[in-house]
T-cell receptor, first 114, second 116 residues
Framework: AQKVTQAQTEISVVEKEDVTLDCVYETRDTTYYLFWYKQPPSGELVFLIRRNSFDEQNEISGRYSWNFQKSTSSFNFTITASQVVDSAVYFCALISGGYNKLIFGAGTRLAVHP | EAGVAQSPRYKIIEKRQSVAFWCNPISGHATLYWYQQILGQGPKLLIQFQNNGVVDDSQLPKDRFSAERLKGVDSTLKIQPAKLEDSAVYLC??????????????FGPGTRLTVL
């Protein structure tokens, strides 16, 4: 069975701190995709990144970086120098097997305080 | 390029009433998804369409939920009769196709349903 676990329910940081959001996934498929989405208070899910199972290179996009480790089935997300606008719920998700069904974790609520 | 459109944005009904949600996907996107997001949880797929055919409805409570995508573009999700536990945000998403290469899904703003 496929599953995504985000153990951190809520994280609170002060602006300019670095913060890492953890994501652990389970799948028996060898081909799969991992995603991160941001859900601000407005409610819309905003796509951040997609990574396939054959590409373990870490990725950096501005203040965002992602660390994919197949050995530990983890796909962690780090925000460097956090800002108040980063406050949102962040979801890690998995597509594995057929039909592109996104399987979401429970989400991590990040609060960045001035 | 216009994003995924949904309406209404908010709906309040009493239990046992019926309700319908509408979704217009991104132009050219063949695959359409409806997700249910209960407060404090991640979204859960209810149904997936490829053009106007159903690909996956394994988690759709078919005794009360129905969905259609008659012309392969817009879609409607209906609940009849609604229960208290149906209170949630209903998210519509679309992607170019069903294949893994086209699996980036774009989400609409959602419809927040409250059942009293």
């Amino acid at each position: 069975a496929q599953k995504v676990t985000q153990a951190q329910t809520e994280i609170s940081v002060v602006e300019k701190e670095d913060v890492t959001l953890d994501c652990v996934y389970e799948t028996r498929d060898t081909t799969y995709y991992l995603f991160w989405y941001k859900q601000p208070p407005s409610g819309e899910l905003v796509f951040l990144i997609r990574r396939n199972s054959f590409d373990e290179q870490n990725e950096i996009s501005g203040r965002y970086s992602w660390n994919f480790q197949k050995s530990t089935s983890s796909f962690n997300f780090t925000i460097t120098a956090s800002q108040v606008v980063d406050s949102a719920v962040y979801f890690c998700a998995l597509i594995s097997g057929g039909y592109n069904k996104l399987i979401f974790g429970a989400g991590t609520r990040l609060a960045v305080h001035p | 390029e216009a994003g995924v459109a949904q309406s209404p944005r908010y709906k309040i009904i009493e239990k046992r009433q019926s309700v319908a949600f509408w979704c217009n996907p991104i132009s050219g996107h063949a695959t359409l998804y409806w997700y249910q997001q209960i407060l404090g949880q991640g979204p859960k797929l209810l149904i997936q369409f490829q053009n106007n055919g159903v690909v996956d409805d394994s988690q759709l409570p078919k005794d009360r939920f129905s969905a259609e995508r008659l012309k392969g573009v817009d879609s409607t999700l209906k609940i009849q009769p609604a229960k208290l536990e149906d209170s949630a945000v209903y998210l519509c998403a679309s992607s170019l196709g069903p294949g893994l290469a086209d699996n980036e899904q774009f989400f609409g703003p959602g419809t927040r349903l409250t059942v009293l």
